[in-house]
């Protein structure tokens, strides 16, 4: 995934890594195709990529994320959710022309957002071929100029989530929104004394289902879009054994019941 998000100055690492990107996804396929064939796996849809076949399961802590991954585009569970939750809020917002903040682009979308707008930026503090690095707990971006800010997974790194929340609303345009979905772990959420570098490299909390209620201190609507609001051809559910956490790497996290998690997608209006 991390290959396919940049995009690199040398024209020669470039081809390598679209090479190497190449063989990841054939690899991928076959063996998805393996499993569909040999085991009776389901057949799904991306709404990305427009691909029907089987998706790849991937490892987890304990035992099998099962049909987390397109194995043409690499969209995960969330960033299929994400997709469909833009079209429906497409059905009542226009993004034709609209200034749109995108951080920590994802390939995908920064496609679609690119064909919808010319005032569309990318920014990240760290990803090669964005076009600002700037802090969402400290924007240099003026008052009421962004239609639409999307940041996803993002609040999750951020210690103080209602400043950068404030700063978010702050620059958005009356009208506008943000898309802000966070990993909800459990009911409520719990805040880490200080950043689990074992944890995609530095959650500062794990957040629950009480998590929202912040976006709604700051936002003036949030409208939440779930995994069971759509399709299960889809897949958009995330398949983990959680009754084990915590873990000697996630010291913090409450176990829950159940295999099968939704993944949730905050719109927040100003
Ligand atoms: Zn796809």
Request: hydrophobic fraction near 40%; charge should be neutral; charged fraction near 25%.
């Amino acid at each position: 995934m991390a290959f396919k998000s940049q995009t690199f100055k040398d024209p020669l690492l470039s081809r390598v890594v679209a090479k190497i990107s190449r063989y990841i996804r054939a690899t991928k396929l076959g063996v998805a195709y393996f499993r569909w064939a040999h085991r009776g796996e389901r057949s799904f849809e991306c709404p990305i990529c427009g691909y029907h076949g089987p998706f790849v399961t991937l490892s987890a802590v304990y035992g099998e994320r099962l049909y987390a991954e397109c194995p043409q585009c690499g969209a995960l569970e969330r960033h299929r959710l994400l997709s469909l939750v833009l079209d429906d809020v497409a059905k009542g917002f226009s993004f034709q022309g609209k200034a749109i903040l995108h951080f920590a682009p994802e390939a995908f979308f920064r496609r679609r957002f690119m064909a919808l707008t010319k005032n569309y930026r990318t920014s990240d503090l760290v990803m090669m071929g964005v076009d600002m690095r700037a802090d969402l707990s400290d924007l240099a971006i003026d008052d009421s100029s962004v239609d639409v800010l999307f940041a996803s997974y993002i609040l999750q790194y951020i210690k103080d989530d209602l400043l950068a929340m404030r700063e978010i609303r702050r620059v958005l345009r009356p009208g506008g929104f943000s898309v802000l979905p966070v990993t909800i772990v459990s009911d409520e959420t719990v805040e880490y004394p200080e950043p689990n570098l074992d944890e995609s490299g530095g959650h500062v909390r794990a957040p629950g289902m009480d998590y929202f209620d912040r976006f709604c201190e700051i936002f003036s609507r949030v409208d939440l879009y779930r995994s069971s609001s759509y399709s299960e051809r889809f897949q958009t559910y995330v398949y983990e054994d959680r009754s084990q956490w915590p873990t000697k790497e996630m010291p913090l996290r409450r176990p829950s019941v159940g295999v099968r998690h939704e993944e949730i997608v905050p719109i927040c209006w100003r």
